[in-house]
């Protein structure tokens, strides 16, 4: 409602002014001057500017004589003044302007400044004017004066001896009067007053007094402590007064009045402030509510704060400042919501954390609007030093202004339908809704109806279709401000009222005279261009916006006419564009609904019209007419006491009982909020329905208004929208209430399930009251959140040094800013509905919010609120809400997460409560992993870790691990293995915490070990390979994932997380599932190479060679060879190549194609420096040559690489693209020369080289598969190898593995495993798959080799690795050690990322030396 903004400023006199310090400060009417009191002197003060303007100083002779000053009041008029004193005096002051100056102060403005000097009131804005002051009359009422009260056109003055004297401002002495408070009598009401006791007591006096003029009479506090209200019972006050008790209060110390709410605030002893108002019915006094700090909120100061001091009510009326003897301010809502206090956090504590003394407050004054306060600060009991300090430094009374920003509502209750916020400041509006240029379309019904689905689809959408309320109304925290025109604000302050339109791009500001308006796109102020024009016009009942216009009530100064105007925005501000109507009496109030506009009047009227746009030509303008008048002078004491008046759709009968289905969302009601209590008055359908006639719609005739109903009391403000929702008619066909410390309240519909027929003894409508955390602002219907603004404080102290600095503002006050918040309200609602036992009802709505990105928190918070009530209450539940919000979040698929999330955030003492309503966690657990819901299902096991046996944990753990491996949730199982150590270990250490949503594990690749590089050899993908080996000292990683291995590696519970693991593994070889494999290995890591060195002879052994090569292309998206229809006869030139059965091919025939091609495209063989498939340099010898490739076609196949691909990207989607296995991300390809480019090639060879790049799988799977091989290799299971140089059709691998196989280490079985193995997949290929028909062919001889092997079982010693090599596996050797060589240098990041397919060659690769190598050298380097 108000915020504090800023520091408080400190204004002080002007030098050689009187040093007394003030103590008392007194406003006029109309709050632009303040009466300022020191002993002896009193001063004017001008608000705009902040300045002094005159001084009258009591001579010391006269001084003696009245004693000093002590209350000072204003005349209505601001023509007078009368100051009480000591010894009984009152002095009348008259005010009167400055002889010879004007003004005091002028502004003065540069040369050739637009500034217009010409226009009325123009220099009473600007200037401070210059007046004198001139004692006319002094009245002696011989008894100390205790109290005085200014009242119309009389002055009533309380003394101590117990009279009450009326004294006129002009002619004093004739009109005085003085009535003796001993002759009035008081009772607990009205009814029974001619009984009533008097004041028995000689010394009672009145102690305070306040008059309200809405209740007629006058709220007392007695010197006794007691408190009441008297009233005269006839119009003159002079008639017999008759005084009411309020019998709770004993210790009363002060009072102030509300006007607009008839409330009376009585400050008490104890600290707390009783707010009590009037009964109509009896005239007895009612205690409203209370204001006074919590224990929960201060724990420290709640009750040390002494005495209320003072009371006083904002211009406005909707908040009220409360101090205490102790120190300190504390604002209030008007039903006793607390806004500020500053007696806690930031206000009380330095950053040091040593508290500070609280500001001592003698008197305290609002300024116009509400914008500030004004506070004289008694510094008087604060310790010594700090005294010196103040009286050494410029000692001079200083007055304290506070600033604050106020809620448009508080003064423009029409804002109330709109869903945003907006606060108003002296010169500045805080606005909520975000970047105008996001809010360019409405919102709509169905933003929400799409927003779910768009998000399951993407976890990446950036929920750019949320409705307009949640993407800009929640955008951020801060506000967007807009600084209000100079121009306007300087003929027109302070800013009277302020309107946002429904989308939130345009702002009306109404001042002093006239109005503005500004928009958020073009970020400009549209002002009038005739001042004349602005300065005619008072804008009287507040402003509204209607689609593109601006309506609003004003007087006319020139016609004194009450007028209804209508601006076009887009149009000048002119009122040649304005549609004028004239309105009978004053318009205290504006509303518009739908096209409607709702007027409330000073004669107790309400006036409704229609508002339509009309187009005539190029001028566009909008047309009013009456529709209908209401009077309300019955139901409505007084016109002042209406706070707000909106036309609803709301009525109590829902849509299927009307007699016409399109009137459910006609302008159903009105409300009126008539001082705090809500009236709703409905169109009366009980007559004859009167049918439209179709030819004249505007000329209906409207339903009258049955007689008013109250709704409810202590409403502040009322919330209501016109929009139409059939998914969430709850929500949007509610009424929302703020009832200030009440917390708010929703008048809900209540919907029969289906369209059934309503049962006649249900209520169509409940009122639901709950609590909530901010102060409301706005309402977000379909969103279900409350909008709000919040205080908060920056301390700056630090910048000042403790010495120098003691009365600084910036040390003794924080920096106060406003900051958005927000609130969900629904779990409030659903559970209100539940303890109503309307559960269907509760159902109905939250399916209509499940949608909402929220709407899990709100079911957890639910059920968190209801267990911590219940679990903690000290007495027992005669009938629990808990197993009912437990069976409700049942029908929710969300309802295992909502269970254990709300666990986990609650204290252990209460789950065995929480359980025995949802149910045995044991169970709960089984249906996540029925849902394969594992992460749940991973919280649960902590809850069974705390209320289970070790054994019973383990179980489940053991349980969810498994699964866990099965699905791959790496970051599960991590925890896993963790969580058992810990259980087994009987360690304290905490279990896992609830793992954040798994990502999809990268369903390529596995993610290679943490903390190494593997570096692989690339030219397998390009060149023949020879045999992939690591080098033999092959450590196992470090860092989180090698931990476990390091660590009481020989304790029973490693060895039991590791029987599971190989177990694990053991499944995953059996299914030949080979890529789970590798994942698995390399996210665990788990030490792959020793387990299937353990398990060559049984679990690592392949069974059946053609189902595991089968697999393998499935899993590796790796296609099956073909043969061209055309390869039948050679592709090549000279013809040397056949696939023939069985014929080997000669290392000569396999060299010819490279030099044949060389010569075909007539290659320059200058640029030898140029590495050439990191080989070596173009003009090697012939010899280097042949012994670079053993097979023709497949070096081939890479070199011609760079024309079929032109430098394409390497993309790792379907198998069969071209481009995925020959991309230019090599580095040597790009080396080539351009020539290259000029190849002519003949179709047949263009065929058959496609073929060859179409049968093979993605570089990814390329990658995991040579790392898979050099595992086997490593680990000796060699069967595995055969399978996947086979998938790789690398004739090296073959070769590799057939040379490992002559060596003593490899056991007869396995030779006669992959022997079996290989004539199976021949004759498989025979049959299904032709396409390995060549390859195997190729591979032939050395399978013959094998064969006899295997048949002669030679002595293992016979063959040694480093002389006695076959020659064909030699020559792929000393390519590969060559090639890897150059491969070894690849940046070591690369490799470990489990997607990144290019490793990238250095270009240095080609000036390798061949180096001699033996058998045992290893060609795949770990860095």
């Known amino acids: 409602m108000y915020f504090l903004s800023g520091w408080p400023k400190r204004l002080l006199c002007p030098v050689g002014s009187p040093a007394e310090p003030p103590f008392h400060i007194q406003t006029d009417s109309q709050r632009a001057f303040f009466a300022v009191l020191a002993p002896a002197h009193l001063s004017i003060w001008y608000s705009r500017p902040s300045v002094l303007i005159v001084t009258y100083k009591e001579l010391a002779k006269s001084s003696s004589q009245f004693g000093s000053y002590k209350q000072v009041e204003w005349r209505p008029d601001s023509t007078m003044i009368a100051v009480s004193t000591a010894n009984g005096y009152i002095l009348f002051f008259h005010i009167v302007s400055a002889r010879g100056e004007k003004y005091l102060y002028e502004p003065v403005y540069p040369k050739g400044s637009p500034q217009v000097k010409g226009t009325p009131h123009f220099k009473e804005e600007q200037y401070a004017p210059s007046l004198h002051l001139e004692m006319k009359k002094v009245l002696d009422l011989q008894a100390p004066i205790i109290s005085l009260q200014s009242m119309l056109e009389d002055l009533l003055v309380a003394t101590s001896d117990g009279l009450l004297h009326l004294i006129h401002w002009e002619g004093m002495t004739n009109g005085r009067k003085a009535i003796n408070l001993r002759t009035v009598p008081f009772s607990v009401d009205l009814q029974s007053s001619r009984a009533g006791s008097f004041l028995g007591f000689e010394d009672v006096h009145i102690k305070d007094m306040e008059y309200c003029a809405t209740l007629d009479g006058f709220a007392v506090v007695f010197n006794d402590g007691r408190v009441g209200f008297i009233t005269p019972m006839s119009s003159r006050f002079t008639a017999e007064l008759r005084g009411v008790w309020a019998q709770d209060v004993v210790d009363g110390t002060c009072v102030a009045v509300n006007n607009k709410y008839r409330l009376m605030a009585f400050g008490c002893v104890s600290g707390s402030v009783q707010v009590y108002t009037i009964d109509n019915t009896t005239g007895a006094m009612q205690l409203s509510h209370k204001l006074e700090l919590t224990p929960k909120q201060y724990p420290d100061i709640w009750n040390k704060t002494g005495a209320v001091k003072l009371i006083k009510w904002s211009p406005d009326n909707s908040v009220v400042m409360v101090t205490w003897e102790y120190g300190g301010l504390s604002l209030w809502s008007v039903f006793g919501a607390q806004l500020i206090c500053t007696l806690g956090g930031d206000f009380a504590y330095r950053s040091d954390g040593t508290k500070k003394e609280p500001l001592k407050i003698s008197s305290m004054s609002w300024g116009a609007e509400g914008y500030h306060l004004w506070v004289i600060s008694g510094f008087g009991s604060q310790n010594a030093d700090v005294e010196s300090d103040i009286k050494s430094s410029a000692n001079q009374p200083g007055i304290l202004q506070f600033q604050f920003i106020k809620s448009a509502l508080t003064v423009n209750p029409c804002m109330s339908n709109q869903e945003q916020v907006l606060l108003q400041g002296e010169d500045r509006l805080y606005l909520n809704c975000g970047d105008a240029s996001q809010a360019q379309n409405p919102r709509n019904s169905s933003a929400h109806s799409e927003h779910k689905p768009i998000r399951e689809k993407s976890p990446f959408s950036d929920g750019s279709l949320d409705s307009q309320g949640l993407s800009t109304l929640l955008g951020h925290r801060h506000w967007h401000v807009v600084q209000i025109s100079s121009t306007y604000l300087e003929s027109n302050w302070p800013i009277r009222f302020s309107a946002i339109d429904k989308l939130g791009q345009n702002v009306a500001v109404v001042g002093k005279f006239g109005f503005a308006h500004y928009s958020l796109l073009t970020k400009k102020w549209k002002l009038f261009g005739n001042i004349t024009q602005e300065q005619n016009m008072i804008v009287t009942g507040g402003l509204a916006w209607w689609n593109d216009f601006i309506v609003l009530a004003c007087y006319n100064l020139n016609d004194h006419q009450e007028e209804l105007r209508v601006y076009l925005r887009t149009s000048n501000l002119d009122n040649a564009f304005a549609h004028v109507t004239k309105v009978q009496a004053e318009t205290l109030l504006l509303s518009v609904f739908r096209d409607m506009v709702i007027l409330f009047r000073a004669d107790c009227s309400i006036c409704l019209y229609s508002i339509e746009r009309k187009t005539d030509g190029l001028n566009t303008t909008a047309s009013i007419q009456v529709l209908q008048e209401v009077s309300m002078s019955r139901y409505i004491p007084h016109p002042f006491l209406v706070v707000s008046v909106t036309l609803t759709s709301v009525r109590t009968e829902t849509g299927i009982t009307l007699k016409m289905p399109h009137q459910a969302c006609d302008a159903e009601s009105i409300m009126l909020n008539l001082a705090g209590q809500l009236i709703m008055m409905q169109r009366d359908r009980s007559g004859p329905q009167i049918r439209e006639k179709d030819n004249s719609p505007n000329q209906r005739k409207l339903l009258p208004f049955c007689p008013p109903v109250v709704l409810a009391q202590s409403v502040e403000n009322v919330w209501t929208t016109c929009r139409a929702n059939k998914q969430k008619r709850h929500l949007l066909e509610a009424l929302w209430l703020s009832c200030g410390g009440a917390g708010m309240k929703v008048w809900l519909p209540l919907f029969p399930r289906d369209h059934r027929k309503p049962h006649s003894f249900l209520s169509r409508r409940i009122m639901l009251p709950f609590h909530i955390n901010i102060y409301p602002l706005a309402v977000l219907f379909e969103d279900a959140l409350v909008l709000g603004a919040v205080n ?387 003009g090697s010898t012939h010899q280097e040559i042949d012994t670079a490739s053993s097979h023709g076609p497949q070096t081939q196949d890479a070199f011609l690489s760079p024309l079929l691909n032109k430098g394409d990207e390497c993309s790792i989607g379907s198998a069969t693209d071209l481009t995925e296995t020959s991309s230019m991300v090599d580095g040597d390809w790009m080396m080539v020369d351009e020539n290259f480019s000029t190849l002519s090639l003949t179709q047949s060879e263009l065929e058959h080289i496609s073929m060859e790049l179409a049968s093979k799988g993605p570089h990814k799977s390329q990658v995991q598969l040579r790392y898979l091989l050099h595992i086997f290799m490593e680990a000796g299971c060699l069967d595995w190898c055969i399978v996947i140089g086979l998938i790789l059709r690398e004739p090296s691998i073959i070769n590799q593995v057939f040379g490992l196989t002559q060596s003593s280490e490899v056991d007869g079985e396995m030779l006669q495993n992959i022997k079996t193995g290989l004539h199976a997949i021949d004759r498989w290929a025979s049959t299904d798959c032709p396409g390995y028909k060549p390859f195997l062919n190729v591979i032939k001889p050395q399978l013959q080799r094998l064969s006899d092997i295997a048949e002669e079982q030679i002595q293992p010693e016979a063959f040694q690795p480093a002389n006695k090599v076959p020659e064909q596996a030699a020559s792929p050797r000393a390519e590969e050690s060559r090639s890897s060589a150059c491969h070894s240098i690849s940046p070591p990041g690369e490799a470990g990322n489990s997607s990144a397919a290019s490793w990238t060659e250095g270009p240095m690769a080609g000036s390798q030396e061949e180096e001699p190598f033996q058998d045992g050298t290893y060609d795949c380097t770990v860095s």
């Open 792 to 1178: 908060d404080t920056l301390l700056y102290d630090c910048l000042y040094t403790r010495g120098n600095a003691k009365e600084q503002l910036e040390v003794l006050f924080p920096f106060c800013v406003v900051e958005r918040t927000s609130q969900i309200y629904l779990h409030h609602i659903l559970r209100q509905l539940l303890v109503r036992n309307l559960g269907e009802q509760a159902l109905l709505l939250a399916q209509s919010c499940a949608a909402l990105p929220y709407f899990p928190h709100v079911l957890e918070l639910m059920l968190h609120e209801v267990l911590e009530e219940e679990a903690t209450s000290r007495e027992p539940i005669p009938d629990p809400l808990l197993p009912t919000v437990a069976k409700f979040i049942t029908e929710f698929p969300l309802f295992l997460q909502t269970v254990v999330h709300c666990a986990r955030k609650t204290e252990y003492a209460l789950w065995n409560y929480l359980f025995a309503a949802v149910g045995n966690p044991k169970d709960l657990f089984e249906e996540c992993l029925m849902a394969q819901d594992l992460d749940t299902a991973a919280s649960y096991l902590i809850i069974l870790q705390n209320m289970e046996v070790p054994a019973v944990s383990r179980q489940h753990a053991t349980l969810l691990f498994n699964t866990a491996l099965e699905q791959g949730k790496w970051d599960l199982c991590r925890h896993m293995i963790r969580f058992l150590k810990a259980i087994g270990s009987g360690e304290s250490e905490t279990p896992p915490p609830t793992p954040t949503t798994q990502e999809p594990s990268s369903g390529g690749g596995f993610e290679f070990f943490r903390n190494r590089s593997i570096s692989l050899s690339q030219s397998a993908e390009t060149l023949p390979a020879s045999k992939l080996n690591l080098q033999k000292t092959l450590s196992m990683p470090s860092g989180p994932s090698g931990k476990r291995w390091s660590k009481d590696s020989d304790s029973a519970e490693n060895m039991y997380i590791d029987m599971m693991l190989w177990r694990h593994a053991r499944r995953l070889l059996e299914e030949v599932r080979l890529k789970d494999l590798g994942c698995f290995a390399a996210q665990l890591g788990f030490e792959l190479i020793g387990w299937l060195c353990k398990e060559r002879t049984r679990a690592a052994r392949v069974e059946d060679f053609v189902i595991a090569l089968k697999r393998l292309h499935k899993d590796f998206l790796w296609p099956f060879p073909v043969i061209p229809i055309s390869s039948i006869s050679s592709p090549f030139k000279n013809g040397k190549y056949r696939i023939g059965g069985g014929e080997q091919l000669l290392k000569s025939q396999s060299a010819d194609p490279f030099l044949n091609l060389e010569m075909d495209a007539g290659m320059p063989r200058a640029p030898r420096s140029q590495s050439w498939l990191g080989i070596g340099s173009i």
